[in-house]
């Protein structure tokens, strides 16, 4: 806007009352983009059954990950960092809501031949970010739903790309098809719908409709990336939600021509590497694009690697257990951030965080309030994020659902551990002098045990009081 001198003059002998609302949108119009502009920009980039040894800066012996290791030396890695749940759905129940996954009604894996979701009615990152102007994006593995009204694009996201379960899962015939989708094998739209579906064939999604079948998953990590950097590119100018949840390192696994046997740990390595290009192209593309300074990139795994022969699953070493499990394998998890000047750099950070804490973060970050209705497990983890000096865990004690099931839960260094049928069977560790929790001290610490027993009834009793319903059709 030119402010010339007629203009002025024009403004001089305007009544008061004009005068007053032409302040007020000039105001508007000068203030309110700048605002905007200073929204920072948030990347999760969230992998699937990744270990948490299996990246080079977490202790990989084998597994080259160049870009993951340059990201953490700019930014600051998370060693103990907890997924919400030790497998896929409810570890993004969790992540989605800042809630518990057994909070929301979302204890344990779903399949295509389920007709239920995350409710709608619950609030995403995507739908708290969606109300300050942001601009969302979801590509990659879904798994909270798969039917029209649980899709990423009823919660919150504008546009979706990816596959919306497990790769080892199969199709619903009830999918929509696209008219020009992508029909491979052999497949016609007529066998689709009729034959008995196979596993491992998945869809392939572009919003609600099935545009490949089944989807070439060989070049899935390439592809998702491309999306994603496609997506950073179109929003470079306004602030955008990227929520990148790879396919890989899922079984089966798959790795492009490029990657395929290049590793030294076989294809799940390769798999690995694949998605470490991966990272490396989204933070060359926030660079080119100028936007590297408010853009919080966030890289970490939904849950513990399989336990599998021949090298096929990942390594948790020095941690305890696998997928499936409350022991530490199971759900503690790699994790790095990266903000440059926001997040301190090459730093590390073990006081206790988890993927629930990201929507009330990011939340915080965008100056968005949180509905007061009902009740968020996560905390604001900022001051762990940025290093402020002296910043401790808002964890006073973590815990670890397996199903409906409250089976673990840290206080401090302590991690106790109940399993059995009527959870008679009592595990302490210390871990911090016991990170592989090899030497259980429950019967030298029987005040302790009673203690941490304690909360955990009252709080699982709590939770189950509030628990909230599950989406239906
Ligand atoms: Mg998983």
Redesign the pocket.
């Known amino acids: 806007m030119i402010l010339t001198k007629n203009s002025i003059i024009l403004y001089s002998v305007m009544p008061k009352k004009m005068q007053k609302m032409l302040s007020l949108i000039l105001f508007f119009l000068l203030f309110s983009p700048s605002l905007k502009a200073e929204s920072p920009n948030f990347i999760i980039i969230f992998t699937?059954?990744q270990g948490y040894e299996d990246i080079g800066c977490f202790g990989s012996p084998k597994i080259k990950t160049p870009h993951l290791d340059k990201m953490a030396a700019e930014g600051r890695k998370f060693t103990s960092f907890y997924s919400a749940n030790s497998?896929?759905s409810p570890?993004r129940a969790a992540l989605m809501t800042g809630s518990y996954p057994t909070r929301v009604s979302v204890p344990g894996v779903l399949f295509p031949r389920h007709e239920i979701g995350l409710n709608p009615d619950e609030v995403t990152i995507a739908e708290v970010l969606k109300e300050k102007g942001y601009a969302t994006a979801c590509i990659g593995k879904w798994h909270i739903g798969h039917k029209p009204k649980f899709l990423p694009t009823r919660q919150g996201f504008d546009s979706y790309f990816g596959i919306p379960y497990?790769n080892d899962m199969t199709i619903d015939p009830e999918a929509s098809l696209a008219d020009n989708i992508n029909l491979r094998n052999g497949f016609t739209k007529e066998r689709i719908k009729k034959e008995k579906p196979k596993k491992n064939l998945v869809p392939l999604m572009r919003n609600e409709e099935v545009i490949e079948y089944p989807c070439d998953q060989t070049t899935l990590t390439k592809r998702y990336t491309e999306e994603a950097v496609k997506f950073i590119s179109e929003n470079k100018d306004s602030p955008f939600f990227l929520y990148l949840p790879h396919t890989m390192p899922?079984i089966p696994l798959f790795a492009s021509e490029q990657f395929k046997g290049k590793s030294k740990r076989g294809l799940y390595g390769d798999t690995i590497e694949e998605i470490d290009w991966s990272v490396g192209q989204i933070l060359k593309s926030i660079k080119e694009k100028g936007i590297d300074q408010k853009t919080l990139v966030i890289y970490t795994?939904?849950?513990g690697p399989w336990k599998l022969d021949r090298g096929r699953g990942g390594s948790a070493y020095p941690l305890r257990g696998y997928?499936f499990q409350t022991y530490e394998g199971g759900m503690r998890v790699p994790c790095i951030m990266r903000w440059p000047g926001k997040v301190p750099k090459g730093t590390s950070c073990d006081e206790v965080a988890a993927s629930i804490d990201l929507m009330p973060t990011i939340a915080k970050l965008a100056g968005a309030k949180l509905l007061k209705d009902r009740k968020i497990d996560g905390k604001n983890i900022w001051p762990l994020i940025s290093g402020t000096e002296g910043a401790v865990s808002p964890h006073e004690i973590y815990y670890y659902y397996k199903g409906n099931r409250l089976e673990s839960a840290r206080q401090g260094k302590w991690k106790i551990r109940r399993s059995g049928k009527k959870s008679q069977s009592v595990e302490l560790y210390d871990l911090d002098s016991d990170i592989s929790e090899t030497k259980n001290l429950a019967k030298e610490n029987e005040t302790l045990v009673q203690d941490m027993i304690k909360k955990m009834n009252l709080f699982d009793e709590g939770l189950k009081k509030t628990q909230r319903p599950v989406g239906k059709l």
């Open positions: 699937d059954d497998v896929c570890s497990s899922h795994s939904d849950n997928k």
